[in-house]
């Protein structure tokens, strides 16, 4: 099984500013000037330029250009567009600037670029190239600028593109830094991709992202503080760390999967995880319902074995004080959580006749050596008890709770940007954590992070999270099982859970593709990931210096 995946190498290492702040300093300790670094990467934007669809250099193109180095690489663009014989003008408000920025801007004047002395009219019909502030950007724009580009977006909507990062967002956590951003149809992010721009607060803003490539060498990246958390992509798909079965394993070397799932009041949830879990290829598959949909599950699931049918709480969940003696007995996984329902109704304390027995439940999945996946009103029932109880499994567990949940759980963590708060409460209770969102996170207790990259955002459905723990339950499964099952004490690898998420996502991408918006239904999601429908074409560019990753959610260019 490998090591680590994916590679820590420039497509997938995600950094704060400050890493690449640090990164370049290096570079420039070691000899390379300034000036060639940003020829090499402003040089690299005027191509992507030239290339965007529909784009014509007789269009023309405004450059916003700021007093740092982020207004140099817009000045190299204004430059060359110039000399292609485009049509070019530029803005730049203020008075000071760096003196590699001065002297661009100097030469620009020579060329005869014009340069604007009030800022631009926002209905303006160029192109408008965004070079104002990067990475070092870490207060408000202010009111001229962030007037300026909250017209622009009304008035002419995709008609704007930024260099590295988008004015008004904080390259590290993706937040607003004042009351509004720069709207881009495409940010070309210079060297490694800045972890703010993937954050859900920033997908609004960034559009399509695409990384200008500079040839980092790899020792330096090795050494980026910013490598512990690395982006997936469709690419990242077929070199997922699956262990695999044996060929001759028969079912129950295959995964033994039991889903605890539904409730009187949800109980297509409980269809739906099951769903899920077909997809994975789990080998055995056994489900604790509720007794009312008991009578018609074997129809949708004739696979699928029955316990018998639970009763309610007062709270019309799911009771687990029904489930029989030996329930844990000869699984690899335990699935707890979709459409559970609580346990009382909100604002009252468990009777004790209630709690007892609901009590024994948890202590006995306490001592469950096999894995435990705890989704939706698992996590709520947790956070009822405290969210300690996690630190006394004997076992591996995997958590998927999405932001309100997370929040129950650790109310200290939930003001942290979503990798610092999956990090932080992996560490904490030794679980492998999957902060579910539009680029949901995925984080190991021993410091390893993840990110996805790519989504559907007509994904974000009731039911869809059932899906997804289904699958990532009995692709568990089948992995333990695969390296000697629960009895042998083996991790459930955090990496699994990682790809289980990368699938579920591609998925949805694909039911997009084959049904449109309307079809991107749990059921559609969960057939996707049935037929391995989900392997994506790489985008037509990852062979090219940059790579593009598409974060809007549209499939772009994929098969």
Same mark, same amino acid.
């Given at each position: ?302 696979? $699928?074995? !029955?316990? %018998? #049918? /639970? &009763?309610?709480?007062?709270?019309? *969940?799911?009771?687990? =004080?029904?489930?029989? @003696? +030996? ?6 996984? $335990?699935? !707890?959580? %979709? #459409? /559970? &329902?609580?346990?009382?109704?909100? *604002?009252?304390?468990? =009777?004790?006749?209630? @709690? +007892? ?28 008890? +405290? ?173």
């Amino acid at each position: 099984m490998p090591t680590a995946w994916p590679p820590a190498d420039a497509d997938h290492v995600l950094v704060s500013g400050a890493a690449m702040a640090a990164i370049e300093q290096e570079l420039f300790a070691s000899g390379l000037p300034v000036e060639a670094l940003m020829e090499k990467a402003a040089l690299a934007v005027s191509r992507r330029l030239a290339e965007r669809p529909g784009q014509d250099r007789q269009d023309g193109l405004l450059v916003l250009v700021g007093p740092g180095h982020n207004g140099g690489d817009g000045l190299v663009v204004a430059r060359e567009w110039h000399l292609a014989g485009g049509r070019v003008r530029i803005w730049c408000p203020f008075e000071r600037r760096r003196p590699l920025t001065e002297a661009h801007l100097r030469h620009a004047r020579w060329l005869g670029i014009p340069l604007l002395e009030a800022p631009p009219d926002p209905d303006d019909p160029a192109l408008w190239v965004d070079a104002l502030f990067g990475i070092g950007q870490h207060r408000p724009a202010g009111p001229l600028i962030e007037a300026l580009l909250g017209d622009r977006q009304r008035r002419r909507p995709g008609a704007l593109v930024s260099i590295d990062v988008p004015t008004g967002l904080d390259a590290d956590d993706g937040a607003l830094l004042g009351g509004v951003a720069a709207t881009a149809a495409t940010t070309y992010t210079i060297g490694l991709v800045k972890r703010g721009l993937v954050q859900d607060a920033a997908l609004r803003w960034v559009g399509r992202l695409e990384r200008i490539d500079l040839g980092l060498p790899g020792a330096l990246l090795g050494r980026s503080r910013g490598q512990s958390l690395l982006g997936l992509g469709a690419a990242d798909q077929r070199s997922a760390p699956w262990p695999r079965p044996d060929p001759a394993a028969g079912k129950y070397a295959r995964g033994r999967l039991l889903v605890v799932a539904g409730s009187r009041r949800f109980r297509g949830a409980a269809h739906l995880a099951l769903a899920g879990a077909t997809a994975s290829g789990c080998g055995s598959l056994r489900a604790a319902p509720p007794r009312e949909i008991c009578p018609h599950l074997w129809q949708i699931h004739p696979h $699928v074995v !029955l316990e %018998p #049918g /639970l &009763g309610a709480t007062p709270a019309w *969940g799911l009771a687990l =004080a029904g489930l029989a @003696a +030996g329930w844990l007995d000869r699984l690899d996984a $335990v699935l !707890l959580g %979709p #459409g /559970l &329902g609580g346990v009382v109704p909100a *604002g009252e304390q468990p =009777a004790a006749e209630i @709690a +007892g027995p609901e009590r024994q439940r948890w202590q006995e999945l306490a001592d469950f050596v096999g894995l435990l996946v705890l989704d939706a009103d698992g996590l709520n029932r947790v956070a009822a008890m +405290g969210s300690d109880w996690l630190q006394t499994r004997r076992g591996p567990t995997w958590i998927t709770p999405h932001a309100k949940e997370f929040r129950r759980l650790f109310p200290d963590l939930a003001p942290l940007p979503a990798p610092e708060a999956a990090a932080a409460a992996a560490r904490r209770t030794g679980a492998s954590v999957l902060l579910k969102g539009a680029r949901s996170v995925v984080a190991a207790p021993d410091g390893r992070c993840w990110q996805l990259l790519e989504a559907c955002p007509e994904a974000a459905r009731a039911g869809l999270g059932d899906v997804l723990a289904g699958y990532a339950a009995g692709r568990g499964a089948l992995a333990l099982a695969a390296v000697g099952g629960a009895q042998s004490g083996a991790p459930a690898d955090a990496a699994w859970l990682a790809a289980a998420a990368l699938d579920h996502a591609l998925a949805g991408v694909q039911a997009h593709r084959r049904h449109g918006a309307g079809g991107v239904t749990p059921l559609a999601v969960a057939e996707s990931l049935a037929w391995g429908a989900v392997e994506l074409k790489t985008w037509k560019d990852r062979n090219r210096a940059g790579t593009a990753t598409s974060l809007s959610g549209d499939s772009g260019d994929a098969s």
